[in-house]
């Protein structure tokens, strides 16, 4: 037989006994049952619950969602696999309680939800999570799949290798717990990483900081996260960049620059008024991270150019 023809009979094959799933997509889908009721467990949901599903795949997590909430929501950028999915709970009661969006996620405009469950595309994990995180009205829970570097540093505590920028703005934003790990053999087709669930529960109240200025922060601490606070601030692309916006806002605030201004030694004042000059971000905790940003922020200085 013409290899060509082998290779259409392979294709055909593989097309009747099921979906081909496309790694680029970041598709593995969970196929252990045991690992699917424990992360519905761990969502706790309730039967007025609106549901939030990103990435369903074939349904096998979605079947089981319905069976406990009032309405599940799936965001599902391949279309075979939505077709997949409205396929098999056609003809049933869930039927009525599903929703499929056939798109993006990260450029879907979300409605209101209680609870999220996803096994994330992994390549958008980031972004993923800080979607959730600034999407209001603010939701109860998600339980999230996640590659488990990623994951482990969503739930880092200060002073751990794995204790990083992303961390902190997580942890600023909400509670994360990790519930369990997840081998490769529990998906198919197998990812080349380890996985793990954890749990985000968002703060109610969200911290009233301006999170831009927050962030501009921590980027320049987490930058060597082991160096002390003074020597981060010390580079002349901070001093450059926090002179710029202490005079953007001081003009705006119709506020006078004295004419001996020296920026590297207001900050530098600024930083041991906080207590901070010898602190290392890679051990400081959020409510330290905080107390610092509040002393620049008395002091006039801003890290963002808003």
Avoid at 52 to 81: F, H, Q, S, Y
Avoid at 277 to 282: F, I, M, T
Wanted: overall charge positive; hydrophobic content about 40%; proline content about 7%.
């Amino acid at each position: 037989m013409p290899k060509e023809t082998k290779e259409r009979k392979f294709l055909g094959q593989q097309r009747a006994s099921g979906p081909i799933f496309d790694k680029d997509l970041g598709q593995h889908i969970l196929k252990n049952p045991l690992v699917v009721d424990g992360i519905i467990a761990k969502a706790a949901l309730k039967p007025t619950d609106v549901v939030l599903e990103i990435g369903p795949g074939t349904g096998n997590m979605t079947v089981k969602i319905l069976d406990k909430c009032k309405t599940c929501l799936a965001v599902e950028k391949d279309p075979r696999l939505a077709a997949e999915l409205s396929k098999r709970v056609q003809g049933t009661p869930e039927q009525r309680k599903l929703e499929i969006v056939v798109g993006d996620f990260l450029k879907v405009n979300l409605p209101y939800f209680d609870v999220c469950i996803s096994n994330t595309p992994y390549q958008i994990s980031s972004a993923l999570t800080f979607k959730l995180l600034t999407h209001r009205p603010l939701w109860r829970c998600a339980v999230l799949m996640f590659q488990e570097e990623f994951a482990m540093r969503l739930v880092a505590k200060p002073g751990s290798e794995m204790y990083c920028r992303l961390s902190a703005n997580v942890q600023l934003l909400a509670r994360v717990d990790h519930v369990m790990k997840v081998g490769k053999n529990n998906f198919r087709p197998p990812p080349k990483v380890e996985s793990s669930v954890v749990r985000i529960e968002p703060r109610q109240p969200p911290p009233p900081i301006n999170f831009d200025e927050w962030d501009g922060l921590l980027r320049i601490l987490f930058v060597r996260k082991n160096r002390t606070v003074s020597a981060n601030f010390k580079t002349s692309s901070v001093m450059d960049m926090l002179e710029h916006n202490f005079k953007t806002y001081c003009s705006l605030n119709n506020m006078d620059i004295p004419m001996d201004f020296d920026v590297k030694k207001v900050v530098m004042d600024v930083i041991e008024r906080s207590g901070y000059a010898e602190a290392r971000a890679a051990k400081m905790e959020i409510s330290d991270f905080l107390k610092l940003l509040d002393t620049f922020i008395g002091a006039g200085f801003r890290f963002t150019a808003k």
